[in-house]
T-cell receptor, first 110, second 114 residues
Framework: GESVGLHLPTLSVQEGDNSIINCAYS??????FIWYKQESGKGPQFIID?????DKRQGQRVTVLLNKTVKHLSLQIAATQPGDSAVYFC?????????FGTGTRLKVLA | DVKVTQSSRYLVKRTGEKVFLECVQD?????MFWYRQDPGLGLRLIYF???????EKGDIPEGYSVSREKKERFSLILESASTNQTSMYLC?????????????FGDGTRLSIL
């Protein structure tokens, strides 16, 4: 298996429950944020993004919440499924490049 | 859907070799990026390019160079491979717009330098 998530914090969730994955970002000037999902052996996959003029954005089974006051971003996954097992990480925009978090491993328990 | 294709999933090379990693995207994106991903360190930017023949250093360019002769192709070159360059290498592309456009990634090349 891949070793990219070797030292990551892990969130274990029962199948069917909701998952909440958190991310603290570093730059108060960042105005665009993305959540990525990375499955074992694959590259990061875009899930959802949000701009700083919004507090909340919903996709299919996913919701991103942005709290600019405390520089906090969260990803909520509804009715978590086995296929949601992966490493999730956030990204914030910097000058000409993104700043990526190191990620959280989500384990879905049957 | 955006497709970013990296030419090799796994590659094993020897110390001192010149190594080429190739990346092609099919969405006419202006921006292309090379990252390496190591346990506990997240994604670190090596080089990026915002146009053909243009390149900019990222956070860790030492020991690497890049080439962008065509818009759809961005190559990463390890001039003289060393064991500390053993890593997962990820290519990404995005539309023009600085860092206000999502980056789309390939599936990576796991490079081992012996």
């Amino acid at each position: 298996g891949e070793s990219v998530g070797l030292h990551l914090p892990t969130l274990s969730v029962q199948e069917g429950d909701n998952s909440i994955i958190n991310c603290a970002y570093s730059n108060s000037a960042s105005d665009y944020f993305i959540w990525y999902k990375q499955e074992s052996g694959k590259g990061p996959q875009f899930i959802i993004d949000i701009r700083s003029n919004m507090d909340k954005r919903q996709g299919q089974r996913v919701t991103v919440l942005l709290n600019k006051t405390v520089k906090h971003l969260s990803l909520q996954i509804a009715a978590t499924q086995p296929g949601d097992s992966a490493v999730y990480f956030c990204a914030e925009n910097g000058v000409y490049k993104y700043i990526f978090g190191t990620g959280t491993r989500l384990k879905v328990l049957a | 859907d955006v497709k970013v294709t990296q030419s090799s999933r796994y590659l094993v090379k020897r110390t001192g070799e010149k190594v080429f990693l190739e990346c092609v995207q099919d969405m006419d994106h202006e921006n292309m990026f090379w990252y390496r991903q190591d346990p506990g360190l997240g994604l670190r930017l090596i080089y990026f390019s915002y146009d053909v023949k243009m390149k900019e250093k990222g956070d860790i360019p030492e020991g690497y160079s890049v080439s962008r002769e065509k818009k759809e192709r961005f190559s990463l070159i390890l001039e003289s491979a060393s064991t500390n360059q053993t890593s997962m290498y990820l290519c990404a592309s995005s539309l023009q717009g600085g860092s206000n456009q999502p980056q789309h990634f390939g599936d990576g090349t796991r490079l081992s330098i012996l």
